[in-house]
């Protein structure tokens, strides 16, 4: 099946910013949403943006403003643009594709974002 590739995370200062990867291994965007999610220690995974076929993109308040996803369909990548970070970003960052609402492909091993000075 699909694999997605995480990458481009590490150790950043409060108020940098870092760009996170998503490689998959297969055409997935023109027919997938794709997103988007953290897990911090000790805390459920959450979601943090999305990216529909369409190139529509949702966030939630907690990153709105700082964050933007885009994706490259012709590479299957999609990617992460995190601004003005804060140590409450820190967590592992995953990215995975839904449809009908479902999340479709397995986690991947994610990558680490750690915000602290």
């Known amino acids: 099946q699909v694999q997605l590739v995480e990458s481009g995370g590490g150790l950043v200062q409060p108020g940098g910013s870092l760009r996170l990867s998503c490689a998959a291994s297969?055409?997935?965007?023109?027919?997938?949403?794709m997103g988007w999610y953290r897990q911090a220690p000790g805390k459920k995974r959450e979601w943090v943006a999305s990216?529909?076929?369409?190139?529509?993109?949702n966030y939630p308040d907690s990153v709105k403003g700082r964050f933007t996803i885009s994706r490259d369909t012709a590479k299957n990548t999609m990617y992460l643009q995190m601004n003005s970070l804060k140590p409450e970003d820190t967590a592992v960052y995953y990215c995975?594709?839904?449809?009908?609402?479902?999340?479709?492909?397995?986690w991947g091993q994610g990558t680490q974002v750690t915000v602290s000075s």
């Open positions: 990216i529909n076929s369409g190139g529509n993109t």
């Open positions: 995975n594709a839904q449809r009908s609402g479902v999340l479709i492909y397995p």
């Open positions: 297969g055409s997935i965007f023109s027919i997938n949403v």
